[in-house]
């Protein structure tokens, strides 16, 4: 790979697959969207940097061919599958609960606060458990990853490598500075009560999902 268009095409090939895996509207975007709303920008960029880690495990994974934990996520596949479904219902019936928003805090020049170091914390762990218990995710890279190297050899050196897994996570990464940035745009022209209504909205869609999950992944543990 010596070529400048393969460099051009490795780096806006990982961004393309990093911007496809986070764009499905999902729990994760309802919750970084969420988040948003009730905090401000920062906190639900850093909720979206916790699945753009989770994305970053899955494409090292698939760039460097770590077969090993592939297979170990395909012989979890179920007990990760239980596993986000009951992170899905806990966090849902969690949201609906409160959904009243907290008092939004603003700094001296109105700006909003981003809220505690803890709260920031649980914004980028919850995202990230969701996207790593995720099989789906997995299958995802491995598709996404096959079909590149048609275009262009990524294998071919550690560096290649590397810098598609970076572009990857850039390009997740700019998905949910977009999303988050936009939502932030409209967050002034939102009330109190449109925001609980919003709040309880995505609490039951986060739910449901969540039993969706559930009753796949019993399913397929009865037919095995």
């Given at each position: 790979?010596?070529?400048?268009?393969?460099?051009?095409?490795?780096?806006?090939?990982?961004?393309?697959?990093?911007?496809?895996?986070?764009a499905p509207i999902g729990p994760v975007n309802l919750i970084c969207i969420r988040r948003t709303l009730s905090y401000g920008q920062l906190n639900g960029f850093l909720a979206g940097l916790g699945a753009a880690l989770g994305d970053g495990i899955f494409a090292v994974a698939a760039g460097f061919g770590v077969r090993a934990v592939f297979q170990l996520i395909e012989d979890m596949g179920v007990i990760l599958q239980l596993a986000g479904a009951g992170?899905?219902?806990?966090?849902?019936?969690?949201?609906?609960?409160?959904?009243?928003p907290p008092e939004i805090m603003r700094n001296p020049d109105g700006s909003i606060q981003s809220g505690s170091v803890g709260d920031l914390a649980a914004a980028f762990a919850s995202t990230f458990a969701l996207t790593i218990t995720n099989p789906a995710t997995m299958l995802g890279f491995a598709a996404s990853f096959a079909g590149l190297r048609a275009i262009v050899d990524f294998q071919s050196s550690t560096l290649a490598t590397g810098v598609l897994v970076?572009?990857?996570?850039?390009?997740?990464?700019?998905?949910?500075?977009?999303?988050?940035?936009?939502?932030?745009?409209?967050?002034?022209?939102?009330?109190?009560?449109?925001l609980k209504i919003m709040n309880q909205g995505s609490g039951l869609l986060?739910?449901?999902?969540?039993?969706?999950?559930?009753?796949?992944?019993?399913?397929q543990r009865v037919l095995a």
């Open positions: 790979m010596t070529a400048g268009m393969d460099w051009l095409t490795l780096i806006g090939g990982g961004l393309v697959i990093g911007l496809l895996v986070a992170l899905l219902i806990f966090y849902g019936l969690r949201v609906f609960i409160y959904a009243t970076l572009s990857v996570l850039g390009g997740s990464a700019l998905w949910w500075f977009v999303v988050t940035a936009i939502t932030g745009i409209f967050h002034k022209t939102i009330g109190p009560q449109t986060i739910f449901a999902t969540g039993l969706v999950f559930l009753g796949y992944a019993v399913w």
